[in-house]
Every structure is written in C-alpha cells, then in structure tokens.
C-alpha cells in the first residue's frame, strides 16, 4: 500500500523534471507565445512601408498576468533580431512585431526596418529570453500559403 501512494508522486516528479507536463518551453515561460507569422506580406513585395509593415510576427500571452518581455529577441533563421524594449504584455494580449516603420503602441511594434526579415519559403521566428533561453518558436514552408498559425 505504501508504494502505491508514492508511486504515483514519484511518477508526477519524473513528469514535471523532464517536462512532460509543461509540453512548450512557453508554458514555462509566462504563458507568451508566438501566436501567428504572416512571412508574405500581400501583393508585391516591393519594399514599400505598407508592405513591409504587412509582414508581422504577433505573440500572445495565453497567462492570467502580465508577462515583462524586457530585453526578450525574436530572431528569424539569418539571426535578423528584434530586441523588446521595457514593455509587458497582458493577460490574454497579444502584441505584433512589424518588420517597416511606425509608432508603437501596446498592440503594435516595429522593427524601423528597410527590408523584409521574413522568408516566404521557409523560415523559423523564434523568441528567446535577454539570457538566451528559448522560449518559443514557429517554422514553416512553402506548403504554408502566406501566413502560419504557430
């Protein structure tokens, strides 16, 4: 009898420890994470501020409180990074990371970038916290028309 009432606790150990139960590395991390990639920008690239502002990585926060992503990177696969200044995201907020030009907000950022970051045919953003850890990412493919849902 004893050691059905410590196995069960003994296998909760073993899950928690290799991280069965907290399934991405964003569930440790506040609950944010890369919600959806629109990589192909509508129309023409042709490197207009509304067309580079049309190619976006938006993160969510899927937690109960707000999550600081202070000096947090989302990088893609060519290390093009996107340092977070001072800001948090709220509970059950989403913010968007602009590649173009604009003026921030609390649910829109950018990159003041000149040229696309995002790879039409393939791609990985990931999003690590300022010590390096990886928090989340999202890949895809050209089996992925224009925008992928992470």
């Known amino acids: 009898m004893h050691l059905r009432a410590t196995l069960p606790a003994a296998l909760v150990g073993a899950a928690l420890l290799t991280g069965t139960l907290l399934s991405t590395p964003a569930a440790a991390a506040g609950g944010v994470t890369i919600h959806h990639v629109w990589f192909d920008s509508p129309g ?32 893609d ?18 913010v968007k990371v602009h590649t173009g030009k604009g003026r921030n907000t609390a649910s829109d950022r950018y990159q003041n970038r000149r040229a696309y970051v995002w790879n039409n045919t393939s791609d990985t953003a990931t999003l690590t916290r300022a010590s390096g850890a990886k928090v989340d990412s999202c890949s895809w493919t050209t089996r992925d028309p224009s925008d992928k849902w992470c």
């Open 44 to 75: 023409s690239d042709n490197r207009s501020n509304t067309s580079l502002n049309a190619e976006w990585v938006q993160l969510k926060n899927t937690g109960r409180s707000a999550v600081s992503v202070k000096g947090w990177v989302l990088k």
């Open 77 to 94: 696969a060519a290390n093009h990074r996107y340092v977070f200044p001072d800001i948090r995201i709220g509970a059950g907020r989403t």
